[in-house]
């Protein structure tokens, strides 16, 4: 249960980092998702659906389906270990997302098991359909700067060593992070990657949402995210 589910003590013991650790348990996690839906789904349509053999096969899928979505508790315990200690970021949320469409499918292929009549890609196709159009409408880049936000301003308040990526947040991501960024001092130093130097924060800022404007004068460059920033400026 270590190995699934390890804490902190465990990773110090085998001397891995969190990011290896929670990079090898989502990879890993992917290739299990491939082969067992696919030798659950095989196994569902070529076998003879009749007798006691047919009965056992479906235990067995469903045996199968069932470690598969532990494997996957494991995988989502290893990103959330990783996420306690640095922070969320955008693959980090899309991880998340891509395990939540990977339990969805096992569990639909796990319902295959009980109701063999069931047509998984019927229902499949139009569930990841739904899945990347839900993320789609999720401000992902908000929810990164938040988190990484709340971080700084708790470390800040316990008198501990704050750090953030404001690098990342400003230039990395969508224009949606300025809200979140905003809440800092903004006369606090940070580095600016374009320039090299030491630059304080109101004035990247600055340098964000007068992009933003420049943005929204053209449609083709127009977004929502651009236009609700220059509405500030």
Known sequence: SAGLFGGPE?????????????RSGFFQMVGVTVVNLSLILAALTLARR?????????GLCALLAVESLVLLASAAWRMTLYVSAYGLSFKRCMTYWGMGMMALFFLAGLWKTGKPEFRFCKWAFPLALAGWLAINCVPVDYLVARNQVNRYLRAE???GTPSISAGYLLD??????LHQLAR????????????????????????????????????????L?????????
């Open 10 to 22: 465990y990773l110090e013991s085998l001397g891995v980092s969190y990011a290896e650790w929670a």
């Open 50 to 58: 009749e007798g006691g053999a047919w009965r056992g096969l479906r």
């Open 157 to 159: 308040a316990l008198g």
């Open 172 to 177: 990395g991501l969508s224009y949606d992070t």
């Open 184 to 223: 800092l001092d903004s006369g606090t130093l940070f580095f600016d990657q374009r320039t090299g130097e030491e630059v304080p924060l109101g004035d990247l800022l600055q340098r964000r949402r007068e992009e933003a404007w420049e943005e929204c004068g053209d449609w083709r460059s127009w977004t």
């Open 225 to 233: 995210s651009a236009c609700l920033v220059a509405g500030g400026l």
